[in-house]
């Protein structure tokens, strides 16, 4: 499960990142033989909604639009819009206290239109319409970066089902109540911070949903490993869903692994560049990313795959757990650890092999490797070792460091051996074979493209 975007909200690089990551740890888990769901999770109810909803009827009350259908039908130009819209009410609900009960109000109602199907009145009808909208947009987004999409489950849905077993746990003891509210009593001994369930108003929080969401996946793909990518700051109150879940159905925490990444930081080491500007938007990353790569590839049709490559790439690098360095630089080249540069590598290979006569994949028997060689082919026979080991740590970084140490080896390699025209042609177009393969692999891992040229 990642990703976990909200409705009613734009990506942000924390999203992207964990987009990515999530990806890429499918891809390396299904490399392995695994077979892997990929979930979402996020919030289609709530506070937030409530904000945006009294946002988008301030703004069309003003004739900004006028109605929805005079907002752009892009799915990322909607997305703003409704950024600006909640923006526009969670101001509102911060500075006037009128706002504030109305906005109340309908986050009352919104949680009112799925228990009553109401798709009719006025607020309905802009819920379910821009709910959609969001949706869609995540669906844009995830074909714009190459991912493959999610199950999403909101927590419109998962709600009602994390009541149930909060009232069913309740009645078994599990839960007490506490001032009108259900609370899972934390744990001194074990670090367990108390936490509650439902609110003295009756309304589910974050931890019920997420329950919600734990038996919906297992009643739905009957796992035997979940794991879970948030942030950092998610790792206390994970730390006690994972205990509450574990308490309900025992056994079920040794199923669950909860991975949290740091953040995103641009060159500075802050965690916005100015360039950004005070809301770091996942889309606006990729913008400058693209901007940057004009810079050293000419081919436009090479612009998409090499951002990505190095966005993607430079996500992959890090173990998950600290910051990530996002240097523009030294993200988008031709030189040094890059995406950029190993695609690069990836296309100098296949030139070499384009340019032999015998294209089809050499085959040789009884030749003595000189030291190079040797060398690259010893570097090559461990690809799958890394691929096991990435896998079983949950390490993708394992395999940027390998191909990075194998483009090496292979330039050094080429350094001092002739390929094309020389009398052990053959057996050194197999090594330049098995190379663009394991790094076309590689990448492939990383969801990364290998071009032909470039």
Aim: proline share 3%.
């Amino acid at each position: 499960e990642y990703s976990c975007p909200n409705a009613f909200k734009e990506l942000h690089t924390g999203h992207l990142y964990q987009t990515i990551f999530g990806d890429i740890l499918a891809r390396l888990l299904e490399k392995t033989g695994a077979r892997v769901n990929r979930t979402s999770f996020g919030g289609d109810v709530g506070l937030h909604v409530a904000k945006c909803l009294y946002g988008m009827q301030s703004m069309l009350a003003e004739g900004n639009p006028s109605t929805l259908d005079d907002v752009d039908s892009s799915p990322f130009v909607r997305a703003r819009w409704i950024s600006d819209c909640y923006v526009l009410g969670a101001g509102a609900y911060e500075q006037d206290e009128s706002a504030k009960a109305r906005i109340g109000e309908i986050n009352t109602a919104v949680y009112g239109f799925h228990e009553t199907n109401d798709h009719e009145s006025d607020l309905a009808q802009l819920y379910w319409t821009t709910r959609q909208w969001s949706f869609d947009y995540f669906a844009a987004f995830y074909a714009l970066i190459g991912v493959d999409t999610m199950r999403y489950y909101p927590e419109s849905q998962t709600a009602p089902v994390g009541m149930a077993i909060v009232r069913e746990e309740l009645a078994k003891g599990n839960l007490k109540e506490s001032d009108g509210a259900v609370v899972f009593e934390g744990d001194e001994n074990k670090h367990l911070h108390t936490r509650v369930f439902i609110t003295s108003k009756g309304l589910p929080t974050y931890e019920t949903k997420d329950i919600g969401v734990i038996r919906l996946e297992q009643d739905d793909y009957s796992f035997d490993k979940r794991i879970l990518i948030t942030g950092n700051d998610q790792r206390e109150y994970m730390r006690v869903v994972f205990a509450a879940a574990d308490t309900f159905q025992p056994g079920i925490a040794d199923k669950m692994t909860h991975l949290t990444n740091g953040t995103v930081r641009f060159g500075d080491g802050t965690k916005m560049s100015s360039r950004l500007g005070n809301v770091a938007r996942a889309v606006d990353v990729l913008d400058i990313v693209r901007e940057k790569v004009r810079e050293i590839v000419e081919d436009e049709t090479l612009i998409e795959p090499v951002a990505l490559g190095a966005i993607k790439y430079v996500f992959a690098r890090y173990r998950i757990g600290g910051d990530i360095a996002f240097d523009l630089d030294e993200t988008v080249t031709l030189q040094g650890n890059s995406g950029p540069y190993l695609q690069y590598s990836h296309a100098r290979a296949c030139s070499i092999l384009n340019k032999a006569k015998n294209r089809a994949e050499p085959n040789i028997r009884d030749y003595e490797f000189n030291e190079s060689e040797r060398t690259l082919a010893l570097k090559l026979s461990q690809y799958s070792e890394i691929v096991e080991r990435a896998a079983k740590e949950l390490a993708p970084h394992h395999i940027c460091n390998y191909l990075f140490e194998l483009a090496q080896e292979f330039n050094r390699f080429y350094e001092k051996n002739r390929v094309i025209g020389d009398k052990d042609e053959e057996p050194r177009l197999l090594l330049v074979w098995q190379y663009a393969n394991a790094l076309s692999d590689g990448l492939g891992i990383l969801g990364i493209e290998a071009p032909e040229r470039m």
